[in-house]
C-alpha cells in the first residue's frame, strides 16, 4: 500500500493538499483513503461534507477519515492513564485535573498514527494519505519510537523487576507513591510495540514517503528545512515538496509588486534548500479550495500530468553522519566540481556555494556549536566535515 505523509506549518494548505492528491488518484482508478491524524480535523472543511470516524466514500474510490482517537485510548492508553491518575492523586491533586494531567499532549495525533497500522493490516485501499499535524507535533510523534526504544530495551525491564519486588512493601505505607502494576509496564510495552510498528512502515522507503508543505514565507519555510533536517535524521523519506499559495506572476496590481519580488527570493531558498527532491508548485487561487471542484483544480495546479501516487524522489538531498568524534554533512549534489567551492556556517545554517550553485542546510540545533573544518568530493557527493 502506498503511503503518503502531508506535513508543514500550521494553515499551509496541508489538509487542502492531502485531499487532493486523494481526489486525483481516486479519479485514475485506484482506491485511497485520506486520514486525518490531526486531532483539529478538517478533511471536512475540505471536502465541504461531512466525513466521520470510519471511512467514508466521499467519491468514486475515494474515502475520507477523521480519526476518533477515544476507542485507541481505551486500547493502548486506560492502563497507563489509572496509574498516571492514581499518582497524581497520591500528590493530592484532584480527579478531574489528574484526568486531565494524564492526557499527554500530542497524544490524539498518535492515536491517529496507530489506526494506520490497521489499514496496512487490512490491505482494502491501494493508497493511504495522512493529512498529519502542523510540523513540530508530527516530528516529536516521527521520532517517539526512536527516543523510547531505549529506555523500552534498557530501563524498563529493570523497573519492572524493582517494582515487582517493592510492591508488597509500597501497599502498605502511604508515604511512597503507589508503584505501578504489571499491567501497567505490560501496556507500555504494547504501545511502544505498536508506535514501533508504525515507524516501520512510516520509513519503509519502498511504499511510504513524506511531503513537506510551504508557502513561499521566510517563517514557513525555515520550518520546513528545519523538519527536512530531522525527518532525513530519522530516516524518513521525503520525496517532494510542495509550494503552496504562490501569487500568479499575472497579478500586477502595485500593491502585491514587493510580494511577488519576496516570493522569487523565496522560491531561490527553497531551491537551494531541497534541490534535487521535486519541488511542486500551486497558485494561490482567487477563493477559498472546498468542495471536490476546488480540490480538482488544486490537484491540476499541484501534480499537472504527475502520478500523485508516484514515488518522487529516491535518496534525500543532504544527509547527516556522525564520524568520529564529529559529523559529516553529505549533500547529494547532481554535479560537483571542487575548484570554486565556498563554505560557510553561521550557527545552523551551513552554506555551499560551487560556481553558481547554493546549497543551504540548516542543521539540528545540537550541531549549532560545531565548526565547518573542510570537505571533499566523492562522486556526485560533497562531504563537509563538522567537529568542536
Ligand atoms: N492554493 C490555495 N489557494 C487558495 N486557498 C487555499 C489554497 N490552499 C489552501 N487554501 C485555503 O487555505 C485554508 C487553509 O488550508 P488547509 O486547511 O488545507 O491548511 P492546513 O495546512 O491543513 O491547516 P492546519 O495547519 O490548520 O491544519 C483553507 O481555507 C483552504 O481552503
Ligand atoms: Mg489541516
Known amino acids: 500500500m502506498r503511503i503518503i505523509l502531508y506535513t508543514g506549518k500550521g494553515g499551509v494548505g496541508k489538509t ?72 497524581f492523586e497520591w500528590q493530592g491533586t484532584t480527579d478531574v485535573a489528574a484526568d486531565e494531567l494524564a492526557m499527554l499532549p500530542g497524544m490524539d495525533e498518535l492515536f491517529g498514527l496507530l489506526t494506520v497500522r490497521r489499514h496496512r493490516r487490512e490491505g482494502l485501499y491501494d493508497a493511504l494519505i495522512l493529512d498529519a499535524a502542523p510540523t513540530g507535533e508530527t516530528l516529536k510523534l516521527l521520532s517517539l519510537p526512536d527516543q523510547m526504544s ?7 525491564p529493570i523497573q519492572r523487576r524493582i517494582a515487582s519486588i517493592a510492591r508488597p512493601l509500597a501497599r502498605r505505607t502511604r508515604s511512597l507513591p503507589p508503584l505501578p502494576e504489571d499491567s501497567v509496564f505490560a ?66 496590481d502595485p500593491y502585491f509588486s514587493r510580494w511577488l519580488e ?26 477559498e479550495m472546498y468542495g471536490l471542484e476546488a480540490l480538482s483544480a488544486l490537484s ?6 504527475v502520478d500523485p501516487l508516484e514515488m518522487l524522489y529516491e535518496g534525500e538531498a543532504h544527509s547527516i553522519v556522525k564520524n ?25 545554517e551551513l552554506l555551499v556555494r560551487i560556481g553558481g550553485y547554493k546549497r543551504n542546510v540548516l542543521l539540528p540545533d545540537s550541531m549549532a556549536r560545531l565548526s565547518a573544518s ?15
Open 16 to 87: 487542502s493538499v492531502a485531499a487532493a492528491t486523494a481526489l486525483k488518484a481516486s479519479r485514475s482508478g485506484k482506491k485511497v483513503l485520506v486520514m486525518s491524524t490531526d486531532p483539529a480535523h478538517s478533511l471536512s472543511d475540505a471536502f465541504d461534507a461531512k466525513v466521520g470516524p470510519e471511512p467514508k466514500e466521499m467519491a468514486s474510490g475515494l474515502y475520507a477519515q477523521e480519526m476518533d482517537p477515544s476507542s485507541m485510548m481505551e486500547e493502548y492508553w486506560a492502563e497507563i492513564q489509572n496509574y498516571v491518575t492514581a499518582v
Open 150 to 156: 531505549w529506555y523500552v530495551d534498557k530501563i524498563l
Open 187 to 252: 501496556a507500555g510495552q504494547r504501545f511502544y510495540d505498536a508506535l514501533s510498528e508504525v515507524e516501520d512502515i512510516l520509513t519503509d522507503r519502498k511504499n511510504a514517503s513524506i511531503r513537506l508543505v510551504t508557502n513561499a514565507e521566510k517563517m514557513v519555510i525555515a520550518e520546513a528545512r528545519r523538519a527536512y533536517t530531522y525527518l532525513n535524521l530519522y530516516d524518513y523519506g521525503v520525496d517532494a515538496v510542495i509550494v503552496n499559495r504562490l501569487l500568479p506572476e499575472t497579478v500586477s
Open 262 to 287: 519576496a516570493q522569487t527570493e523565496h522560491l531561490q531558498t527553497i531551491e537551494e534548500s531541497f534541490s534535487p527532491l521535486p519541488i511542486l508548485k500551486a497558485r494561490l487561487f482567487d477563493r
Open 300 to 305: 491540476e495546479d499541484v501534480f499537472g500530468d
Open 324 to 348: 568520529g568524534d564529529g559529523y559529516e554533512v553529505i549533500l547529494n549534489l547532481p554535479f560537483v566540481e571542487k575548484a570554486n567551492l565556498d563554505l560557510s556556517k553561521r550557527g545552523a
Open 374 to 388: 573542510g570537505a571533499k568530493v566523492e562522486g556526485n557527493q560533497l562531504k563537509v566535515r563538522l567537529h568542536e
